[in-house]
């Protein structure tokens, strides 16, 4: 058993990820502002697990808090580090807040690892660093281009700090590059809690269909793709916490011997449509969705799809779970809330 500090771990991937790792008998720690999070998610993770993590209220983007914080808990093991912003227009409105908080952060816990460089540290990254790639499926050695929005680009920064800091430093660190996270936990105790409007395709389509939104709307219909709407890789929020685990056993067990920083692309490999995913929708739950097609939406890449051999190869991971049990998990969830 080991003691994971899980930053961000009452949001969405980082909650699911806590689960795990409380079923594997991990002692878990997490550090969540509730920025974007709710204190309830612990009990959620509690109902799984029959275990209450520790947490505690922590601004990781305040050095002296963050400092003072690792020093009451030396012990950690490992440091998975979700907590960070996260919606891309948002990014492009308040570029400052977004550099501050998901650099400032990065770096106050880079800080303690630079004293414990034994303590492993996996970095929750982006897809959004690729842009639109000229070769698909998109390779972790793909070229990249500058990202589109701010967002973007603190996770392309990030990976260049972890980079730099881990050599000069001697620890080392995984970074995930998550495609399309979807669904929720099976048990319907944990999910995706958008505030206000959804920004992302999955949360839209389910509050659309339990009446808390008006009709969808299909950006683009123009689209150089099979049914002329976008493609993406979505992956089922347990999958992308599953690779969490691996990646921590890697480290903690020294096998990491590409380098101080190693990256894999965490998605299904397969890309799907827009009017795709609202057919498993429907297929999954027997709801129709109201939709309608609109103009594009300025920054979307036409198509996005990841090669995941890698993490096949090297951490012994691949995705599981279907389009259709995502989209039957994000509905139960949905209805959870409704009856909540
Ligand atoms: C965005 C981010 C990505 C982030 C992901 C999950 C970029 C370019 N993308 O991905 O980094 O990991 O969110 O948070 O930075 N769509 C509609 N109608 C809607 C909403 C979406 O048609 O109401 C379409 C979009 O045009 C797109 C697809 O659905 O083709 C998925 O959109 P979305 O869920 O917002 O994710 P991405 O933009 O792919």
Not at 41 to 46: D, P, R, S, T
Not at 71 to 98: C, N, T
Request: charged share 20%; aromatic share 8%.
């Amino acid at each position: 058993m080991s003691k994971i500090l899980v930053t961000g771990g009452l949001g969405y991937i980082g909650s699911h990820t806590a689960v795990l790792l409380l079923e594997s008998g991990h002692d878990v720690l997490i550090a969540d502002d509730l920025s974007n999070s709710r204190a309830e998610v612990l009990g959620g993770i509690e109902a799984i697990t029959g275990k209450r993590p520790a947490w505690e209220n922590v601004d990781l983007s305040d050095a002296a808090a963050t400092a003072s914080f690792l020093g009451r808990h030396q012990d950690v093991d490992s440091i998975i580090h979700f907590a960070a912003y996260k919606a891309v227009g948002e990014s492009v409105d308040r570029p400052l807040d977004y550099y501050q908080n998901n650099l400032g952060s990065l770096i106050n816990l880079l800080n303690f690892v630079k004293t414990k460089p034994e303590c492993a540290f996996i970095f929750s990254s982006s897809c959004s660093i690729y842009g639109q790639a000229d070769e698909l499926p998109i390779r972790e050695d793909a070229k990249t281009k500058p990202p589109e929005s701010p967002y973007g680009n603190t996770k392309k920064i990030g990976e260049e700090i972890l980079r730099h800091a881990a050599s000069a430093h001697d620890f080392k660190v995984i970074a995930l590059r998550y495609f399309n996270p979807v669904g929720a936990h099976p048990s319907a105790k944990i999910g995706e809690l958008p505030l206000g409007v959804p920004q992302n395709l999955v949360p839209f389509v389910t509050q659309s269909a339990a009446g808390l939104r008006g009709p969808l709307k299909v950006f683009g219909n123009d689209y150089p793709t099979r049914d002329g709407t976008c493609i993406r890789d979505y992956i089922h929020v347990v999958d992308i916490a599953r690779a969490h685990l691996l990646a921590m056993e890697r480290l903690v067990d020294g096998d990491g011997d590409s380098g101080p920083v190693e990256v894999f692309n965490l998605g299904t490999g397969a890309g799907s449509t827009v009017l795709e995913v609202l057919n498993a929708f429907t297929s999954a739950t027997g709801v129709e969705m109201k939709w309608d097609f609109a103009d594009r939406r300025p920054g979307d890449p036409a198509e996005v799809y990841a090669d995941t051999q890698k993490a096949t190869d090297v951490l012994g991971w691949k995705a599981e779970l279907s389009l259709e049990q995502s989209m039957a998990d994000a509905w139960r969830w949905q209805q959870s809330l409704r009856d909540s």
